[in-house]
């Protein structure tokens, strides 16, 4: 396994995150040696959801986004579930954060619903990703070339469809940081 140790990886997310998409990528990292922090808009907690009707645990937030700056983090994860992304995508400095990662050439990692932030934030031109089935249109038209794979990686994008794809998602997270 890779050494990710000295590696501060962002988790941005917010109330009705998927669980296990913020659950297992974050067990993979923090075991490979990383340090992860929860960033959200959110404050003091928030509620994941497992599915988009069962309230799972809750997560306390470790930075506020308004506080949250790229140039401290060696990666960004955006984990999925449906309240949780369509609620970003629309939230101030969601996109100025994911951007900056982007900018500065950095991993950025999403999961089933999550790039929707993607095509919110117009980087989704000309690039391979994959998503949750439901928001395939979305990304074609924003200009992304979507395709039905486990994990897709172009260039510092890595995305993946949903929680059965979440082994090879945090595998390509691990191996971009390696």
């Known amino acids: 396994m890779a050494d990710l140790t000295g590696k501060k990886i962002a988790f941005l997310l917010t109330d009705g995150v998927e669980q296990v998409e913020l659950t297992e990528p974050r067990k993979a990292l923090d075991e490979a040696g990383a340090q992860t922090v929860i960033v959200s808009p959110a404050e003091g907690t928030l ?40 609620t970003l995508r629309i939230q101030d ?15 950025v990692a999403a999961i089933c619903h999550a790039p929707w ?7 989704a ?35 993946s469809r949903n929680p059965g794809d979440l082994e090879a998602f945090s595998a390509a997270i691990i191996d971009a940081l390696s």
């Open 93 to 107: 400095g969601a996109t100025d954060f994911l951007t900056a990662f982007l900018d500065a050439d950095k991993p």
């Open 125 to 159: 031109r000309g690039h391979r990703l994959t998503s949750f089935e439901s928001i395939a249109a979305d990304l074609k038209n924003a200009g992304a070339q979507w395709e039905d794979s486990q994990v897709v990686v172009d260039g510092n994008l890595i995305t």
């Open 117 to 123: 932030l993607l095509a919110q934030a117009d980087v």
């Open 47 to 86: 509620t994941a959801m497992k599915g988009d009707w069962d309230h799972a645990d809750t997560f306390p937030v470790d930075q506020p986004l308004a506080e949250a700056k790229a140039e401290d983090y060696d990666a960004l994860v955006l984990p999925g579930g449906t309240i949780n992304a369509d």
